[in-house]
């Protein structure tokens, strides 16, 4: 049983592994509505500018800045009002010297006006007539035409993930339909002549299939769809079947290998007879995850994880989550969930691998402190009780307690 | 055009709307498989032990730890070896003295044994026969029954939110349906005159309706069904009309309101009808956002926001996101994704309100800086072009250029 990896740091294994990855070719046009967190394949230009007309930001009066110059409460400027602009509509009439018309929030600046008065700066004299008692300058109270966005101005990159607000403003421009990248399908295998489905009941020596669902759960959250494909046994055979199968459906193969050498090198022998180029990284200097295994078959990315679930989700996290990102060519760095916080205890390491920890969140004193959640890879419940991690990076002998750490949160 | 608003602080204003709001009786039941990211509803212990059998942690040799004591390279134990433990199965002998099995990673310890010895630390001398060149301690190697999770544990809290980890941990229990909160229908009625769908083409004073697509994300996010009930012109009947009718068919109600002043007593107005006790809060002290309006209608919570997209959106963060949390019995708090950066302008505010400020992250000689996106609050490219938001506290006169700031991502 001979271990022989060639160790990469995780950046340097990530380049590889992208460095063989083609860009994702596959979009989709979908409408605005249902393009919530989905990754724009489409650079978008303002067709027109936004708003088309001049709007006012106040109830009050529209009239000619001018005429309002030098007003005061002891010496208001009058106004004749010549109607209402209705909402939604233009108004028919034309501004002149000294006349005004009643606008509301939102109602299309009449023309000749130029700014408007706001109603608490004015007084009612007869049901034709007002008082102004504070000068306005021209365009106050008002968003002018191209205020929010120019014709022709960049209003997303491709690659931007639409979140509430960008929905919002392509709603604004009419834009209700747009090119996304298609999301992924992600087939997910587990292996192992112990493990069974959590349906069923374990037999003495049997456990249930963990990693297809923590896996499942972190490919939907980063875009992608899972699809399962079920249990297979430590045999070359079923398990190359299996895996060809399940890559002819999907973009991307994510094998949950057995933990022991001989059935991780079962993964790496039936990556190499999936496709060229095979196996491209057999380990990498990180702790839990040591026995990854990242490859490309024909074009598509395939991914050996370590069979304890602690260390499969460090390196779903470490691999996988990004080259999900990059099949759906979204280029933005990722703005990760994150806290700082102060680490309760010393965490040795050793130089030359990166190490991840579990963290809890506990506030003590007003401040956040990250309590280290010791525990065997294999515990998934160290997981479950944890609220995020930390890692302790390459060339590091560790971390001092009080020491200020990033919690990426779970 | 009377402004008679009585302004309550946000965190006062929540409570009121939360003190009428009853806690959400919907529950369902569904496959652990389907419930990422879903708010459990009720709370979980092991009904068995986690592992229910003790694994090996590395491929090896089972046996019995007193055997191996002293061992060293110079001076090694001998063992024979009696037969191989099959993986998902557990071993038929019992391991007696100076006996060893072969295990591999995940393998049922068998019977007689206490510990494994790495392969690593041993030497083949024949096909039965080894030399352990290391002592081990009893439990070396292994997972112990319960080591994971002992029987009657407890697993989750009634409230807690599914993580890809949680659903894994689920699963290795065999727990494949679990009870969680409904997702909450939050039905969405955008109000004015002036408003028009996005697929059509706006005539001069016409805009299309953006809050109906920035909340539905938001409730989305959040967990809930948006419920987009369309777009309704400034007039009492149609908009109680549409109201009692989307809120038959929804949990909770949205209504964009207008902003100047006549259509939000209209949407006052409608709520009082619609069912007690009608409105709680009219206006609260947070710019942008004032003119907000949230009530309760035999028991379902409403809201008018204001028609301005920034003050609905940062209005829909501080209430309507809160009260959807409340709706699915989720007593977590919210572990907020935010950073911390620095100020780059100074930032004035008046005691007496909350401020919220949109920002971009720039990233400056290794810094992140927070720069704010100026922009009128009726403009949704200001949404569109930030990262996040900053608050500046009721109480405070401003923030300092330099200072440190709690950024809230999008």
Redesign the interface.
């Known amino acids: ?1 001979p271990e022989m990896f060639k160790v990469l740091p995780p950046a340097e294994a990530l380049k590889v592994w992208f460095d063989h990855a083609s860009p994702f070719p596959r979009v989709e046009s979908i409408a ?2 249902e393009a ?2 989905r990754v724009l394949a489409e650079r978008l230009t303002a067709r027109s500018a ?4 001049a ?1 006012s ?1 106040m ?1 009050g009066y529209a009239l000619r800045a001018e005429d309002s110059f030098g007003a005061t409460e002891s010496l208001p400027a009058y106004f004749s009002v010549i109607g209402e602009v ?5 108004f028919p009439q034309t501004v002149g010297p000294a006349q005004a018309a009643v606008i ?5 600046l009449p023309a000749g006006a130029d700014a408007v008065v706001m ?1 608490e700066r004015t007084q009612k004299l007869d049901a034709a007539n007002i008082e102004v008692l504070r000068s306005v300058a021209p365009g106050e109270n008002l ?1 002018y035409v191209g ?3 120019k014709e022709g101005e960049l ?2 990159e491709a690659g931007s993930i639409l ?14 339909q747009v090119s996304v990248a298609a999301r992924p399908r992600v087939a997910i295998i587990s292996t ?5 489905a ?21 490919v ?2 980063a875009g992608g769809i899972a699809v ?1 494909c079920g249990i297979i046994g ?1 045999n070359y055979q079923a398990l190359l079947l299996a895996t060809r199968a399940a890559l002819e459906n999907a973009d991307m193969l994510v094998i949950s290998a ?6 991780r090198d079962l993964t790496a022998d039936v990556l190499n007879a999936l496709g060229e180029p095979g196996v491209l990284v057999h380990g990498v200097a990180v702790k839990p995850g040591k026995p990854t295994i990242l490859g490309v078959c024909n074009g598509k990315p395939v991914i050996g994880l370590p ?1 304890n ?1 602690v260390s499969a ?1 460090v390196v779903a996290g470490l691999f996988l989550v990004p080259m999900l990102r990059r099949l759906q060519n979204n280029p933005r760095p990722l ?1 990760r ?4 916080a102060q680490l309760t205890h010393n965490l040795p390491s050793v130089p030359g691998r990166e190490d991840y920890i579990q963290v809890k ?1 506990v506030e003590r004193e007003g401040r956040l402190w990250a309590e280290p959640v010791f ?2 890879s ?4 160290t ?2 009780k944890s ?1 995020g991690m930390i890692c302790i990076p390459l060339n590091s002998n560790g971390l001092y307690q009080g020491e200020a750490v990033d919690v990426e ?2």
């Not at 509301?104 to 299309?108: D, E, L, R, S, V």
């Not at 349906?199 to 963990?210: E, H, K, L, M, S």
């Not at 969930?337 to 700082?340: A, K, M, P, S, V």
């Open positions: 049983m605005t509505e919530l967190d936004l708003p088309t007309f709007r930001t109830d209705p909402m939604g509509r233009s509301y929030t939102g109602g299309m109603v968003v205020e929010d966005v209003l997303f979140r509430p607000q960008d929905l919002g403003g392509l709603m604004a421009l009419g834009i209700t192992g002549d112990e493990v069974i959590p349906g069923q009941t374990p037999n003495p020596g049997q456990i249930r299939d963990v990693n297809t669902y923590t896996v499942a759960g972190l939907a959250r399962p430590d057995g933990s022991s050498v001989s059935t069979g679930p989700m703005l969930q994150r806290l700082t969140l525990g065997k294999n515990l998934i419940y997981l479950v609220d949160l779970f």
